[in-house]
């Protein structure tokens, strides 16, 4: 493989940490409710704005560590490619690791997402 595409994957990884950092941050804070189009939108989290913000401040933690995977492996995967293409040396490594990287952060955010749903469901069968 060619060592350039590490930093391709490590930028495409530090970009979803960024969003994913933003999105926890911005939820955390307030600044964004219950909306269509960002944040964990299930059924239960968009029952109801109290359901939302239950749900986002249970799934916080596990965001958090979301986030900081896509830019560790992210940033491993930019210094695979600095040294393979220092040293012109192909190796499988900058594919098979930001790879690797990326499916971490895809179970991360399912477990988020399945967190968060649990959170809101216990808060919108509270409210009945």
């Known amino acids: ?9 490590g930028a495409g990884l530090m970009a ?6 933003y999105m926890k941050s911005r939820v955390a804070s307030g ?4 909306n269509s189009a960002i944040g964990i939108r299930t059924k239960a ?6 359901a939302w913000q239950a749900g986002h401040d249970s799934a916080g933690p596990m965001l958090t560590v979301t986030f900081l ?15 393979f293409t220092l040293s012109d040396t192909a190796n499988a490594a900058v594919v098979i690791v930001p790879s690797v990287g990326l499916v971490g952060v895809l179970a991360l955010l ?5 967190k968060a749903n649990a959170t809101a469901r216990a808060v919108s069968g509270s409210d009945r």
């Open 1 to 9: 493989m060619d060592p350039v595409a590490g930093f391709a994957f």
């Open 16 to 21: 979803l940490g960024a969003v994913i950092h």
């Open 31 to 34: 600044d964004i409710e219950r």
């Open 45 to 50: 989290t968009m029952s109801s704005d109290r």
């Open 69 to 83: 995977t896509a830019y560790g492996a992210g940033a491993i995967s930019w210094a695979l490619g600095l040294a």
């Open 110 to 114: 399912t477990a988020a997402a399945i």
